[in-house]
């Protein structure tokens, strides 16, 4: 296997038979031809452009921030999430509680930037969450930097394969952080990919099979993550009354929320 680094991918051009990548080196172009090309270049993918023109992703109307903050060496390692109207936080010890991450989410009308990669400002995070418990206020206090970003997603899902073309991860279903599964869905596609190309099968109908196998979980996934941005974000009069009932729940049936996700957890990708 010949890697090669350090090129920018222009766009994928399609020729025929074979997929064909132009790339880019130091101001000079190249065109690259390819048995198969795996599109894992994110929620703005190249990849996607060519196979699924039009398939354009969409501002959700929710904006995240994300920090890690020192701690004093102890935690139980759980996942804390803290519920307001249209915002929640999610809160859990990292290396044995040295450190503290800190995802905050909060719904808002519009965003304009076109990079993700942006940094934040800690006030504005926290002016956001200004009616937070003392323990969490406390917590957010000691944030010294933050990235920002608007959080996206494709109105429909596209076609993950084409002729000698596959797409993965957030490049076929970028998905909300509310079921923390983006990072799992792109590694059950890339390991599924893996096992489906090395069957004993043309290409095209070893994609078409991995394809078919995927949908379906992965459109349930999604599914799930936007309930959980409703149940996180309640509003009106009822909310105190359903987040009540998720936490008498968890109390007295702590498996009973984690059975709903039995199809989820339980799965298998490599049967």
Not at 152 to 175: M, R, W
Not at 184 to 211: C, F, I, K, Q, V
Request: proline share 6%.
């Amino acid at each position: 296997m010949k890697l090669l680094l350090g090129r920018h991918v222009g766009a994928l051009i399609d020729r025929g038979r074979r997929p064909t990548l132009r790339v880019e080196q130091r101001g000079e172009n190249e065109l690259l031809d390819a048995d198969l090309v795996i599109g894992a270049d994110g929620v703005g993918s190249r990849v996607r452009d060519a196979l699924a023109p039009g398939a354009e992703p969409a501002f959700t109307g929710q904006v995240a921030w994300r920090a890690t903050v020192e701690g004093e060496g102890a935690g139980d390692p759980v996942a804390t999430v803290h519920l307001f109207p249209g915002r929640h936080v999610v809160t859990y010890p990292l290396r044995g509680g040295a450190l503290w991450n800190v995802v905050a989410v909060a719904e808002r009308g519009e965003w304009r930037a076109a990079d993700w990669r942006l940094l934040g400002d800690p006030d504005e995070m926290r002016a956001a969450f200004a009616d937070a418990s003392p323990g969490l206020a406390g917590l957010l206090q000691r944030v010294g930097t933050c990235s920002h970003w608007g959080l996206h997603a494709l109105p429909k899902l596209p076609p993950f394969t084409g002729q000698g073309v596959a797409l993965i991860g957030d490049a076929a279903h970028p998905t909300l952080p509310f079921l923390a599964q983006g990072a799992n869905l792109a590694l059950e596609d890339a390991l599924s990919l893996a096992l489906a190309t090395d069957a004993p099968a043309t290409l095209d109908r070893a994609l078409r099979g991995w394809e078919a196998a995927r949908r379906d979980r992965v459109a349930r996934a999604l599914a799930a993550a936007r309930d959980n941005a409703r149940n996180y974000h309640m509003g009106g009069p009822g909310r105190l009354a359903g987040w009540a009932a998720l936490g008498t729940a968890s109390v007295l049936a702590p498996g009973l929320l984690l059975r709903r996700y039995r199809w989820l957890w339980d799965a298998d990708v490599t049967a």
